[in-house]
């Protein structure tokens, strides 16, 4: 285990805390030390119920040095609660952090995402309005006005001032121009590298282009009604029925959650796509980073896969040892095809996660997903997580392994689990804590040999 690089993904439900352990990777006043990385800490559920828990676990692996933990890096992917909800300052007082990267995207000065900062400030005004004014929601439109609520905005703030205050140190915000002086570790050695395939500096124009300029100015109109205070029929113009009069009303609101579901594309596409470097193997960690063909230059909303692959192609174009399955398995942050077409996106899979000749050799590449089924939406996707299966050697096959009343407590089985949970899939934490108990999913890469 000296000689190998750990990944261990807590199971935080839906969410991501993953810790890396670079052995030998650090160096100070001549001593030779592991390298420690926390990358988010997040989740959609409860964080004392599920983060808190994760940080004891963690705590452990980390070196004491005048009585706190060290951790060397913190990553935070982008600006969603269930990558940040867990930087709670103090759940971090027993925590020295020494260097903290942040999406470019979470910059607020940032020059080249003025336009990415005013939609998603048009956005937030909106949901917190919708959500004053006590209207009943569905579990799917409600997790969108929770992602605007309280908890986005305090972690924002710890992430920006308190933690980096607390530990005397300034964010780094990250983007592809980022230089290795950029990114200022100074205790980093030996054979091991990061490279930053995005977000790209110019946020703006390659993840909103003109697409996004257009769908501001529609969203400022039509969101007026939403964003003001809200109104009872009685405030109603006397020209328009009481009925009419909520149509509207319902009207706007519905705008303002179609561009708000917008925006968190936008957030997802703003992601730290991170390379990682180590003794000749590559590992990446995408966030919720998304895909969406066809890549346009400065027109469209691109995703962020397709970015990576026409700006950063000589550092992605490659396979993988290692993936980070992005957004917690959803059909639209891996890219691929259901229906076997090939398009650019599916030649990107081909290219980072190679279908092998024949059986995947043990050595193959490996995946993780840090997911949870949920009562409302199909994340994650069975027939991805069949397909990645293909990919990678790390698989299990769940279905066997589960009880009758663990199928019965599961949400979505029949629509969702059924058909595919008998096929290998990459190792998943819902269901590795479901099976097992073990409350993570750990991964050990061996180094090349003669690296």
Not at 39 to 57: E, N, Q, R, S
Not at 145 to 151: Q, S
Not at 291 to 311: I, R
């Amino acid at each position: 285990m000296a000689d190998k690089l750990l990944i261990r993904a807590y199971s935080v439900r839906c969410g991501d805390c993953i810790y890396v352990r670079i052995p030998d990777a650090r160096i100070k006043d001549g001593n030779v030390d592991d390298f420690h990385i926390l990358i988010d800490c997040g989740t959609k559920a409860a964080g004392d119920d599920f983060l808190k828990p994760a940080l004891d676990l963690l705590k452990p692996e980390l070196p004491l040095e005048d009585g706190k933990h060290r951790l060397d890096l913190v990553v935070v992917s982008h600006g969603h609660d269930d990558h940040m909800k867990g930087f709670d300052p103090e759940w971090f007082e027993d925590v020295a952090i020494e260097n903290l990267w942040l999406s470019a995207a979470m910059n607020p000065e940032h020059p080249q995402a003025e336009l990415a900062h005013a939609f998603h400030d048009l956005a937030d005004r909106a949901m917190v309005n919708v959500a004053a004014r006590g209207v009943a929601l569905s579990p799917a439109l409600q997790d969108i006005v929770d992602r605007y609520g309280i908890n986005p905005k305090g972690a924002i703030k710890a992430l920006t001032e308190t933690l980096p205050q607390q530990n005397g140190i300034d964010p780094v915000y990250l983007h592809t121009e980022s230089t290795a002086a950029d990114l200022e570790l100074e205790t980093l050695q030996g054979d091991v590298a990061f490279h930053v395939l995005g977000p790209d500096i110019n946020i703006d124009f390659y993840y909103g282009g003109d697409q996004l300029a257009a769908d501001f100015q529609t969203f400022s109109k039509a969101a007026a009604g939403v964003i003001g205070a809200p109104q009872s029929p009685s405030a109603r113009p006397e020209n328009i029925s009481a009925l009419d009069f909520l149509r509207l009303q319902s009207r706007m609101m519905s705008n303002a959650f179609a561009y708000s579901e917008e925006n968190d594309r936008l957030i997802n596409n703003t992601s730290i796509m991170l390379l990682l470097e180590w003794r000749g193997r590559r590992l990446l960690f995408v966030g919720d980073a998304e895909w969406d063909d066809p890549f346009e230059e400065g027109t469209k909303a691109n995703g962020a896969w397709n970015v990576a692959w026409n700006k950063q192609r000589a550092k992605l174009d490659g396979r993988l040892d290692f993936l980070k399955v992005g957004h917690h398995g959803s059909t639209n942050s891996t890219p691929w095809n259901e229906d076997g077409t090939q398009t650019e996106s599916s030649t990107i899979l081909d290219a980072i996660l190679p279908l092998p000749a024949d059986n995947m050799p043990a050595s193959g590449p490996k995946a993780v997903v840090s997911t949870a089924r949920t009562p409302y939406k199909p994340i994650p996707s069975s027939a991805l997580m069949v397909e990645l299966g293909k990919r990678v050697a790390n698989t299990e096959t769940y279905g066997p392994l589960l009880t009758p009343s663990q199928i019965a407590g599961l949400p979505n089985y029949a629509g969702h689990e059924k058909a595919l949970l008998g096929q290998p899939q990459p190792q998943r934490t819902d269901m590795e804590a479901l099976v097992t108990g073990t409350p993570y999913v750990e991964i050990e890469i061996k180094p090349v040999a003669g690296h």
